[in-house]
């Protein structure tokens, strides 16, 4: 099936894709759902190949394993655990069940805590020892983070509540930085760890517990934690009324809906943070109900297929025309990099295509002026998501926007349709002739002829933010379906873990460099001042 896939490419490399542009293909090749448009018809996908694609998506029976999904079966075969962040936006709070067991009563009540507290944050009901919480520290790396911080930033426009801040790494610099401005009286830090084991957010942690107590009696009182391990929340001294605890089915990058959302929560309030999971669970309907070739994210992961396991193009670039947007490129980079970048199937087998793509990108316009040159003109093809969204939230800047929307389809324009060698002679025909004018033209050519998707929402709401991120959720488990991997364990993350636990001490003198490689043995040395 891959061969074959890969055949079709190269059999429709070279075609001009303008020449696919009939009259009716902008409706045919397109998905509108939940007032959003999904566009793919810059892509060299015809009706055979899209055959090919649902085909490949039927054969991996894709409606079973989604069905599987929602249903709390164990899907992540490698760590033996379900697999329901959707269980999180069931709002209507319809039984899910995990061994028998409803998860939505324990579910419902978490949140009913979680807006309790948030609200009390809001109102100053719950206050720092020097007054009301001007500002909230979140404390997290990872799907611990990357999901608040790019939710919190999207949702600008009605954050009305304390300030937020998100500390991730270890680098002692970015904790610093951000704490020394703010007053430990009247901060709330938020432990966000899945397993309150991970080093950079338990350093952290630390760290700012030690910060607090330089000013407040009780740094304890003005924490509070999420998290699956309530024993070690505890031995770190949170008071479980202000521990909001997950089931271990929530993997930590699909976990910004559930606790590890706080932080948003506390600065939009939960009539809005309630409005991101509306939106999120409308996607999930569609998701389980629409057909195939009308579902949004079936038809984006099998754009995404085309694109990487069909063209073999190594990387997409995900370009949001939307600064509020900036961070989520780095969060889709875990959300799609850490599930589908696996090498071997369900069965341990090795995979016989390429595993997900690089995953990389942001905003335009700035991205215009830095590397789309090499999107339009280097010598590998790059396919482009675009995104964009008909209005901002700045009504006496709608110039600034429409130049915003203009700017975006103009991108695909010129991606899809480039400049000719004749074009590019004629724009420079009045400044230069003969072998000169030839070569400065060839300077000038664009290609063309590469693909994009651009995907138009209305406005940045809450709601949209939950519809476009369970969008890219689903997105990746079709893929993953297809790939017929386990998109929901990380295990490449453990051996880059361990070794760095055990170069601690080393690093610090109390260990010696025996059994490292010469280069890594020379660099700790190097880095230790050691005599050569
Ligand atoms: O190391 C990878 C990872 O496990 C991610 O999957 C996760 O989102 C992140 O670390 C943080 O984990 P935790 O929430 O347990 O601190």
Sequence with gaps: MWDKLAERAEEVADRPLLDLMGPERA????????????????????????????????????????????AGRKINETEGRAVLHTALRNLDGHPVTVDGQDVMPEVLDTLARMEEFAQSVRDGGFAGQGGAIMDVV???????????????QALGPYADGPRCHFVSNVDGAHVHDILAPLDPATTLV?????????????????????????????????FAALSTAADRTAAFGIDEARVFGFADWVGGRYSMWGPIGLSLMIAVGPADFRAVLKGAAEMDDHFRTADPLRNMPVMLALV???????????TRAVLPYEQRLARLPAYLQQLEMESNGKRVDMEGADLPTHSGPVVWGE???????????????????????????????????AHQHRLLIANCVAQAEALLRGRSFEEARASVADAFDGAELDRQARHRVFPGNRPSTMLVYDRLTPRVLGQIVALYEHRVFVEGAILGINSFDQWGVELGKELAK???????????????????????????????
């Design 27 to 70: 409706r045919d090749f397109s998905v509108e759902a939940l007032g959003m448009l999904f566009d793919y018809a810059k892509t060299n996908i015809d009706n055979s190949t899209r055959d090919m694609l649902l085909g490949m998506a039927e054969a991996a029976e894709l409606p079973a394993r989604r069905d599987a999904m929602f």
């Design 190 to 222: 938020i432990v966000a760890s899945k397993t309150f084991t991970t080093i950079e957010t338990m350093t952290n942690a630390e760290t700012a517990k030690a910060w607090m107590a330089e000013k407040v009696p009780d740094p304890a009182a003005q």
């Design 502 to 532: 055990a170069l601690d001490p080393v690093l610090s003198g109390k260990a010696g460099v025996e059994g490292k490689d010469a280069s890594t043995a020379r660099l700790v040395g190097w880095i230790r001042r050691d005599p050569d």
């Design 363 to 397: 905003p335009g316009t700035n991205g215009q002026h830095a590397f789309y040159q090499l999107i339009h003109q280097g010598t590998r093809v790059v396919p482009c998501e675009f995104m964009v969204g008909r209005e901002g939230h700045e009504p006496e800047l």
């Design 138 to 152: 979140n404390i997290g790396i990872g799907g611990s983070d990357l999901g608040p911080a790019m939710a919190y």
């Design 304 to 314: 995404g297929i085309w694109h990487n396991q069909g063209c073999g193009y190594a």
